[in-house]
Structure formats: structure tokens, C-alpha cells
């Protein structure tokens, strides 16, 4: 895909969604934190349903360690791997509490170094808590980048790499959300919906016919 169209899909996704955001459900830093580290593998759907249930009864570092980890895990037992997610939520909130005051810190290097928090996470944190222009790429993000053509990679490092250098400044403060959305709904994985995609005219791989 040309500059030009890539300038132009995005566009056209801030016209449709002027303020796009993640669909997970929290009130604070640390709540989005553990709203993503459960979201590795689960759906946004699945999360909320859990987190409505957990952040009222804990929704700080030192109220989830003392709800201990069968308590947290009574919580979070319907989202997939929760055994070691509930291990990694509690390891989290202890390094927090410890070395940062109970804050979710806004850097990258500290990010990653808390248990269950890798990259994607990291830029999920730093882009939608601290509204910095990173790229969290996600399957959905990888799907529409190479399909689309906006920024092809083989791997996901590439695709982000990529996509930081591809996308207009001006729209890469939100591009991460507009992309997975995208991918959620419209470009997605088996049957892309491109009769009704707003960018289709400007893909590299459109199947109109499907």
C-alpha cells in the first residue's frame, strides 16, 4: 500500500471513530494492567466478565494480595490459563507495591519486567494509560497489516516496526486502537467482511466476491 492510501485509511477510520479506546473495562492504570494480562489468549468479553466481579472487591496491588491466589483465582477461573495468570497478577502487584509505590510505572523496561507483562502489553499500557505513540500488536493488528498491505512483516517485532514507520504521526497515537477494531470486525480472520470494510478500495487483498 502507497503512503498515500495508508494516509487515507486512516483518515477515514479517525472520521468513523474520532476517539477510538480498548474494549476492556477498568477506572485506573493498574486495573487496565490486569485487564490485559488476563486478556492474553481470552477474549475483552470474557475479561469484563470477570474483572465486574473482581475490581469491586479488589482493585489495587495490596487488595489482590490479600485476596491470596485461590481468591483471586475464584475471580478469574472462567478465563483461560488463570492458574499462572493469578501467579503472575500477584508477583506483579507485590513488584509494584515494592519498587513503585503501588503505580503502574510508564516505561517500557520496567513494564516488561513484571511478571506476565510482555512488549504488547508494555505498548497496550504506555499507549492507552500514558498516550504514547507505540504500537501493541496483536493477532488482529497482524492479520489487517499483512492483508491489507499497510505494513507487511513476518513476525510481529516486524509488523510493529513497520507500522511506526508507516503510519502518518498524526494518526499513530490511535492507530493501535483503529487497527483492532478493524480486525475484530471487519478484516477478520476467516471470511473478511470486505463488501462492508471502509478501506477495502485502497487494500492490496480485497475479496469482494466472498
Sequence with gaps: ??????????????????????????????????????????????????????????????????????GLKEYIKTIGLYNSKAANILKTCQILIDDYHGEVPADRAALEKLPGVGRKTANVILNTAYRQPVMAVDTHIFRVANRTGIAPGKNVRAVEDSLMQRVPPEYLLDAHHWLILHGRYTCIARKPRCTACLISDLCDNPQLDD
Excluded: W
Design 1 to 70: 500500500m502507497t503512503p498515500a492510501a495508508i494516509a487515507e485509511c486512516f483518515r477515514r477510520f479517525k472520521a468513523e471513530n474520532p476517539q477510538p479506546t480498548t474494549e476492556l473495562e477498568y477506572s485506573s492504570t493498574f486495573e487496565l494492567l490486569i485487564a490485559v494480562i488476563l486478556s492474553a489468549q481470552a477474549t475483552d468479553k470474557g475479561v469484563n466478565k470477570a474483572t465486574r466481579r473482581l475490581f469491586p472487591a479488589a482493585n489495587t496491588p495490596a487488595t489482590i494480595l490479600a485476596l491470596g491466589e485461590d
